[in-house]
């Protein structure tokens, strides 16, 4: 009978699963960003990913009912 995976390693299965996805240059980014290292990192793996990964589209986001909105280039508009 197999065991059950801990939470942890269902967490680490679905990572490896998602940067499988990913393209390679931004993988960096989500592995800083699940590291917990770059709340920046995140914000922008998440724009890529909204944007096809096509960074010159973050640029030219149109979805200003989005939470991140305002950080999608690194600096918010309030500072």
Do not use: N
């Not at 590291?35 to 973050?58: D, F, N, Q, T, W």
């Amino acid at each position: 009978m197999m065991r059950e995976l801990t939470v942890d390693e269902q967490l680490t299965k679905r990572r490896e699963a998602k940067l499988a996805e990913v393209p390679a240059r931004a993988r960096g980014m989500y592995r800083q960003a699940w590291a917990r290292k770059s709340r920046r990192a995140a914000i922008r793996a998440h724009c890529l990913e909204c944007m096809g990964y096509l960074a010159p589209e973050v640029r030219v986001c149109t979805s200003h009912g989005c939470a991140l909105f305002e950080y999608r280039t690194g600096r918010a508009a309030d500072g």
